[in-house]
């Protein structure tokens, strides 16, 4: 029955050559335009879909990415320049036949696609210990935000950087038994045999109410 199934719809393959930017993503050889369903607003949803439509070349297929939300023309009309570029160095490379093994055009390295994908104005420094990785760094920001190049520093430090920024210490606390708040107060959460017990304690502060229920509950939410 399997075999009469498959037999009957038959199988397929296809290779679809996706190109994926900050706020797009370029598909060669399609003229349709995808967007997010991250997207939900409708008006932005159509503003997007029309300006993509005014830029993307011919014989470009487009899928606009969330982060490209409320972002202006100049910066997606760049973003789609670099990848047509991109695809222009591509081809270049394919022409006239290509002996294997070779590289035709390499993907982002992990670094670089965090940061396509993160990388906002919210960042104020972005500290790197390895001067290899913190020269790609600084070309890839220069090349998708000038104006943060300055941003990207260097750390050459004698302590490890987790160490120097109090990573390590995040981390501790992230996994200890012990959960500091804001109040001062902080709580004990250990896990038995039958169940997870929450301690509260003030932290020495002086709590006045009316039981000492309505004190721990207080100092928790405070």
């Not at 797009?24 to 003229?31: A, E, G, I, K, M």
């Amino acid at each position: 029955m399997l075999k009469n199934q498959f037999h009957l719809k038959g199988l397929g393959l296809r290779a679809e050559v996706t190109l994926a930017g900050r706020f797009v993503v370029l598909v060669p050889f399609s003229n349709k335009i995808s967007i997010s369903q991250k997207i939900k607003d409708p008006e932005e949803r159509d503003r997007l879909k029309r300006l993509l439509s005014s830029i993307r070349p011919k014989n470009f297929g487009v899928i606009i990415r969330t982060v490209a939300q409320n972002k202006k023309v100049a910066e997606l009309d760049q973003d789609l320049r670099d990848l047509v570029s991109k695809w222009d160095k591509l081809y270049n490379n394919l022409k006239g036949g290509v002996t294997p093994p070779k590289k035709v055009l390499g993907e982002l390295n992990r670094t670089s696609t965090v940061l396509r994908d993160m990388l906002s104005s919210k960042f104020t420094n972005i500290h790197v210990n390895d001067e290899v990785v913190y020269d790609e760094i600084r070309d890839y920001v220069k090349t998708i935000s000038p104006d943060k190049e300055s941003i990207v520093k260097h750390y050459k430090g004698k302590d490890g950087i987790f160490e120097h920024f109090g990573i390590n210490k995040q981390i501790k606390a992230s996994f200890g038994k012990k959960v500091s708040l804001p109040s001062g107060a902080y709580l004990i959460i250990e896990h038995t045999e039958a169940m997870h017990v929450i301690d509260v304690n003030s932290g020495n502060r002086k709590s006045t109410g009316q039981s000492q229920e309505h004190n721990a509950l207080k100092q928790t939410w405070k």
